[in-house]
């Protein structure tokens, strides 16, 4: 709170004593771990100044400093203007009148928000750091300690389902997640949700409920007693995997807890979808880095032999991929390729619009100095995802998509801060 206060005397006075325009209401998030549930909560407070009053003490004014002239940053923070605390001695200030404080709850949206922020950062559910935090998110969501979250991918490599695990901080038997297992699992889940796509609420697992739903079989061997399925599908209507939240205890969870963890749900399926670009790309770049040009005909070979490795890799083996023969088969001719020549060009395409969009995202900060254009937060955080895109793997359809926004969103947001 004192950096807060600090800046709103800083504030009051440039607004009172030297008509720079400045707005009346200072707002400011605060965490606190609740008593009684030990989760994380969020207040929202806002200060409403219109009712103080600044006198300076001494007699003359003290000149206003040259910097403030071109503005100074609205935020939370010390005004950013070089030796304005010098220039303004607090003590030399005597403030008068009454604040007015509103305090709200804001934890739904601020988790909101920090669940799409790490979901956004993730490359593999398999990182244990970010996977917590999700899990600790996930509980300050729904308002209950001690419940557990699992992740269930349905990757798919050239239309069929390869094996991914269940990740979540439960001790899991990875022989459970056979080829056969998990071809299984994919079909009980896609014909208990093919009428409605909607969470599915079990408050107590028993055997009714596994005679209906087969699936909730690994969550009884994992111990728990109650749950909330959420189906991830895509825009195709294809299932590409499933969050679980789960509890050792019975009756758990209501339709108040699923209704709070709806609105998360695309977050996760974005984050699936972005994780199956990924393994696309390992895959292809697998198959490019080890063998020359592949005909589809035979690229499924390659796809399979490209995941086998992938799965050795993450299991920290040390191993070299295996030679792909094709017995009694024998070429009837032959092809040339450049080598590299699709990398090269991806990668110049990706630098220059690296270049364009970091470029952009400065001149938007420089206007958010001057202006509190509401829509520029939304431009800010655009481009943010796309540099993080960018700056992993680039794939055709986010490339037009960013084109379209430099072109159109872009062009117009800087002719309306020209004007």
Not at 134 to 150: E, K, M, P, S, Y
Request: with cysteine; glycine share 4%; net charge negative.
């Amino acid at each position: 709170m004192e950096k807060e206060k600090l800046a709103g005397a800083y504030q009051l006075i440039l607004s009172r004593l030297y008509n720079m325009p400045v707005d009346n209401t200072m707002t400011s998030v605060h965490s606190y771990t609740c008593h009684e549930t030990s989760l994380d909560r969020y207040m929202e407070l806002e200060i409403d100044t219109r009712f103080i009053d600044v006198r300076y003490k001494g007699d003359e004014l003290p000149a206003l400093p040259q910097q403030c002239l071109n503005g100074w940053v609205n935020g939370y923070d010390v005004p950013d203007i070089p030796g304005i605390e010098n220039a303004f001695c607090l003590d030399n200030f005597e403030f008068e009148g009454m604040v007015i404080l509103h305090m709200k709850d804001v934890t739904e949206r601020e988790v909101y928000n920090i669940i799409r922020n790490r979901l956004l950062q993730i490359d593999n559910f398999s990182d244990v750091t970010i996977f917590k935090e999700l899990q600790r998110q996930i509980q300050n969501l729904v308002g209950v300690d001690g419940v557990q979250t699992a992740i269930k991918p349905f990757y798919r490599v050239n239309d069929h389902l390869v094996i991914s695990e269940l990740y979540t901080q439960a001790k899991v038997d990875d022989k459970e997640y056979t080829p056969e297992k998990v071809s299984e699992l994919y079909s009980i889940v896609v014909e208990a949700f093919k009428h409605s796509s909607t969470p599915l609420l079990i408050s107590q697992i028993d055997d009714a409920a596994i005679l209906k739903y087969p699936f909730l079989k690994m969550l009884v061997k994992l111990g728990y007693k109650s749950g909330i399925m959420c189906p991830l599908f895509t825009g195709a209507k294809v299932l590409i995997g499933m969050v679980i939240v789960m509890s050792t205890k019975e009756e758990q969870f209501t339709w108040k807890h699923v209704a709070k963890l709806e609105p998360a749900i695309p977050l996760f399926k974005l984050a699936l979808e972005k994780t199956q670009q990924e393994l696309d790309h390992q895959v292809d770049r697998v198959i490019k880095d080890q063998f020359t040009a592949v005909q589809d005909a035979v690229e499924w070979r390659f796809t399979e032999t490209a995941l086998n490795y992938l799965i050795h890799q993450q299991h920290g083996e040390q191993v070299k991929i295996e030679p792909i023969v094709f017995n009694h088969v024998y070429p009837l001719y032959g092809a040339i390729d450049i080598r590299n020549s699709s990398v090269e060009r991806n990668h110049a395409i990706q630098q220059d619009l690296l270049e364009q969009l970091e470029l952009a995202q400065r001149i938007i900060r420089l206007a958010k100095e001057q202006t509190s254009f509401p829509l520029l937060d939304e431009i800010l955080f655009k481009l943010k995802k796309y540099i993080h895109s960018v700056n992993n793997i680039l794939f055709a359809d986010e490339e037009i998509a960013i084109h379209h926004f430099l072109k159109n969103e872009i062009v117009n947001m800087f002719t309306h801060i020209q004007s």
